[in-house]
């Protein structure tokens, strides 16, 4: 697990949540109405918030988070078990190194903390390009 998850104060968790919880009012989920907030607190202490956005053509809708990074990402979605990102999320956050994420449920309150690399085992990355590009020029 990440050593950045010990930094963050109960204030700051709390913090989070309550901007995940604002932002998933402004979810666009009219197809699944899995509305998801989230919110991340970058290192500069500033957060931002992002929420699913859907259309028509499935393929074509993500979720606003995939586009931020930063240290701790709260998503939430109104389950009675903490949601985590898809698949493509995770990949895509997981560009950006190893950090917090905290898992929430709007149904139960309940909040597990975990991180990019527990989530996205032996994840694909730039390292690995980085490794074979190495071993073709040995």
């Given at each position: ?18 901007q995940?919880?604002?932002a ?7 197809y699944s ?58 990949q ?11 898992l ?7 909040l ?6 527990e ?20």
């Open positions: 697990m990440s050593s950045t998850i010990s930094i963050l104060t109960e204030e700051e968790k709390k913090l989070l949540i309550e995940a919880l604002n998933q009012l402004n979810s666009y989920c009219p109405n899995f509305a998801v907030g989230a919110a991340i607190l970058n290192s500069d202490g500033e957060i931002f918030k992002g929420v699913n956005v859907e259309n028509a053509s499935y393929g074509a809708q993500y979720v606003q988070n995939e586009v931020l990074y930063a240290l701790p990402l709260v998503p939430l979605a109104n389950l009675p078990y903490p949601a985590a990102p898809c698949g493509i999320c995770r895509v956050l997981g560009e950006f190194g190893d950090y917090p994420i905290l929430y449920s709007t149904k139960t309150k309940d597990n903390i975990t991180s990019i690399s989530l996205l085992p032996m994840g694909f990355s730039k390292k690995d390009i980085d490794k074979h590009e190495q071993m073709n020029k040995e």
